[in-house]
């Protein structure tokens, strides 16, 4: 394990004539980085891609120095916990977690302790001893998380990890990966809940039609997103006399006073400039409560990179 | 290949085998195989138990002929045939339909232990089940006959020697067909055609020419059955026509075509995929 980063070089997969993912570069880094895109964009095949379960049909992966179709290198240092929502029959929760560890081929003592500590980690170590064809979608759901971090890997893929899962629970996993993360782990999550994805993500990476859209911060990407200037929310006690100010500014493109009266959405096509402006067009008599940018988020990106009919994601 | 890496494969062969064997006892879709090894001893023993019950003697040379006949044309053709076609067409490409082969895969396995595990846990389920039921049978073949005459024919007329190849080649058709059906679980997805396939050219083998008879299981292990059926009498009709060959010309090549089975196979599951869309 030498690299540093999770490398896509080219990477083509086609299912018979159906594309899977085109021409595909990317350089991840460690910290949460999100696969965001309607259905069939490609984001599990991404996924599989990068732990072997897939070849590509071009290009060339490389996970932290090591390529994909070397399982016993590879999994060493990376889990995978996929979407698929079954599991071998007959086994209690613990069987699950402790076969997977003796597959790695540790001992018994070992993969025992293991097991209880990742089993502990997603919370369900009093339903570990049961059938897990007895649990509910949210516990099956954190034992196929504990299966995936079992190890302690360095690179943790999880595809819709948080599906099923309660608030709490939700909480309190989200707390897992950022631990994770913090440590210097690469998480690399698919989701649909592009809140959440933007509260937890060091970046995200847009996917339409096994197209990457783009890729980076989220702030770098909405920044790069020039067709839709970028929408500021000032809240203040006089926006018309603001807004008859700030006209003068060449970079502003739109400003409309809310609805409440009470605030102004200006439209500009540089943020950075527009805030160091802003203090000299406040005047006596304009109190500014608060300055924010109003679409500088997940949910934006999306919608102006891949629509709001990309697909139910 | 590292010498170093050979304990660790060790430890996950062996992990494989637990899993696989407790499945591969515990299934509910198996149960026809228990049906398929328990038939003739079923048979043997109600036949035993009448005998006993009614105080008849038998004639053990005829008893030990139907034994024979039983064995190689219901156990090794057809019983321990498709005990092997529902054991090892299950090992992957049932996994694939009931889409948990992947928990497999995300491990740090190589593709190549992973199938040796699961061939090893095939074969010795298979064995326990089908050598079980031949010894079996064979109990019941000698229960009902007098002590001494049991006693001669074990002792003095071979019986005990007749007893192990039965078992040893039930034991070597699981370990052929078992490898056959492994990789033509990979190379087929529906089974009926593999099935259908083999037993086709098992089937027709006394007929080939003499190179392609070589690509056979049935074609070895029937040279290994000590009491062949005469090609006159009650049962010539299902004499098998050509001549046996020598024991460890049998057993060899039986073996080299399992391993070059097994190694088609490797090739195959490195290049496997999970795609469960389109299982």
């Known amino acids: ?313 | 290949m590292n010498p170093a890496s050979w304990p660790l494969w060790r430890a996950q062969v062996l992990a494989v085998l637990r899993l696989e064997i407790k499945k591969n006892f515990l299934s509910k879709r198996g149960i026809w195989i228990y049906a398929l090894a328990g038939a003739p001893v079923v048979l043997m023993w109600t036949h035993a138990l009448m005998n006993m019950r009614h105080g008849r003697v038998c004639d053990l040379g005829r008893d030990s002929l139907i034994f024979a006949t039983m064995f190689q044309f219901f156990y090794l053709r057809l019983a321990i045939f498709f005990g092997c076609v529902g054991m090892f067409l299950k090992l992957f490409r049932g996994e694939m339909l009931e889409k948990s082969l992947h928990y497999y895969l995300l491990v740090p396995v190589r593709r190549e232990v992973l199938l040796i595990g699961k061939y090893l846990a095939g074969v010795i389920t298979t064995c326990i089940i089908f050598c079980s039921g031949t010894a079996l049978t064979l109990v019941a073949l000698l229960i009902h006959v007098p002590r001494g005459a049991a006693e001669q024919y074990l002792y003095a007329g071979g019986g005990l020697g007749h007893v192990f190849t039965y078992v040893g080649t039930a034991a070597l058709a699981c370990i052929g067909y078992g490898s056959v059906f492994l990789l033509l679980g990979f190379l087929f997805r529906n089974p009926v055609v593999p099935v259908v396939l083999v037993l086709l050219w098992e089937s027709v083998n006394p007929f080939l020419p003499q190179l392609l008879k070589y690509i056979s299981v049935f074609y070895y292990v029937h040279s290994l059955v000590p009491i062949s059926v005469p090609a006159q009498g009650d049962f010539a009709f299902l004499a098998i026509l050509g001549k046996p060959i020598s024991p460890y010309i049998a057993i060899s090549g039986l073996l080299l075509v399992a391993c070059a089975s097994l190694w088609l196979g490797a090739r195959q599951v490195r290049k496997l995929e999970i795609n469960y869309g389109t299982e």
């Open chain 1, 1 to 313: 394990m030498t690299g540093r980063e999770i490398l896509f070089e080219n990477v083509s997969r086609f299912y018979g004539d159906v594309l899977g993912v085109n021409r595909v570069n990317l350089a991840i880094p460690p910290g949460i980085t999100s696969l965001v895109g309607p259905n069939g964009s490609g984001k599990t095949t991404l996924m599989n891609l990068m732990t072997g379960l897939l070849r590509p049909t071009q290009g060339r992966i490389d996970i932290l120095g090591v390529p994909p179709d070397d399982p016993e290198r590879l999994f060493r240092f990376v889990g995978y916990c996929t979407q698929f929502d079954s599991f071998p029959r007959g086994m209690t929760g613990y069987q699950f977690v402790y076969s997977t560890l003796r597959l790695h081929g540790k001992t018994h003592a070992e993969a025992d302790e293991l097991a209880w500590r990742a089993i502990e980690r997603v919370k369900l170590t009093e339903a570990a001893p049961r059938k897990i064809a007895g649990y509910s979608k949210g516990m099956r759901q954190r034992i196929k998380l504990a299966q995936a971090i079992c190890h302690e890997p360095r690179v943790l893929v999880l595809d819709e990890p948080l599906n099923g899962l309660d608030p709490l629970v939700r909480a309190e996993t989200i707390a897992l990966f950022r631990s994770l993360a913090e440590g210097g782990s690469h998480v690399i999550i698919s989701s649909h809940i592009l809140h959440e994805v933007d509260a937890i993500s060091d970046q995200v990476i847009l996917l339409s039609s096994g197209y990457v859209v783009a890729e980076g911060q989220i702030h770098g990407v909405r920044t790069e997103v020039e067709e839709h200037p970028m929408q500021i929310l000032i809240r203040c006690n006089r926006p018309s006399t603001l807004a008859s100010r700030i006209f003068e500014l060449d970079t502003v493109v739109e400003a409309r006073v809310h609805n409440d009266g009470k605030g102004l959405l200006v439209r500009t096509r540089d943020p950075d400039r527009f805030y160091l402006m802003l203090n000299r067009l406040v005047v006596d008599g304009v109190d500014l409560e608060s300055v924010a940018p109003a679409d500088d988020d997940v949910n934006s990106v999306y919608e102006y990179l891949i629509g709001p009919d990309g697909g139910s994601i």
